[in-house]
């Protein structure tokens, strides 16, 4: 990580000061959701060092489709819909693709919090663990889930919402009632 101050920013990102996070001893780290995340990258990137830029830009092309594969990374959408998440439910049971692009945009600060993006990059290395997802683009979807903007996530809440209308069916096959 290079030379850093104990009371300068930690390099990994978390916002804290690194005594705090990655120069602390591993049971004195802070366990924020955000430090832990910062910290999933760190620990990724081994996976893909040296691939080249053409396959580092195909695998991102590629993460957009790991909702598909399991539910677990489908985006957990909340108890009591917004009239965003409402909007795209409705959008998308019509079909309206440009409508439902915007009304998922819209949807999305509702539900983009670092503890869902924790949650699914644990739930992306699960799948590596079991062999369900190639290192590499495990390593992506963290690195992506740590970008201000992350295509997983909007993927994982497109997917999560086209189950919950009824338009797709879950990665098992089950078909969910539209509310």
């Known amino acids: 990580m290079g030379r850093v101050g104990r009371n300068e920013p930690c390099p990994c990102g978390s916002g804290l000061k690194a005594k705090r996070c990655c120069l602390a001893e591993p049971e004195m780290r802070a366990k924020t959701p955000r430090a832990t995340l910062a910290r999933l990258k760190w620990a990724v990137l081994p996976s893909i060092t ?51 692009d915007e009304a998922l945009r819209a949807a999305l600060p509702a539900v983009d919090t670092v503890e869902r993006r924790l949650e699914l990059a644990e739930a992306v290395l699960a799948l590596r663990d079991k062999g369900l997802v190639p290192p590499a683009l495990a390593a992506v979807a963290v690195i992506d889930l740590n970008q201000p903007e992350s295509a997983l996530l909007l993927s994982a809440l497109a997917q999560a919402i086209a189950v919950t209308s009824g338009d797709e069916r879950t990665p098992s096959g089950l078909l969910v009632a539209a509310p």
């Open 50 to 100: 040296g691939i080249g830029r053409e396959r580092f830009h195909g695998l991102y092309d590629e993460l957009i489709y790991l909702p598909e594969r399991d539910i677990s990374l489908h985006l957990r959408l909340p108890g009591v819909f917004t009239p965003e998440i409402e909007d795209a439910l409705y959008k998308c049971s019509i079909h309206d693709e440009d409508g439902f």
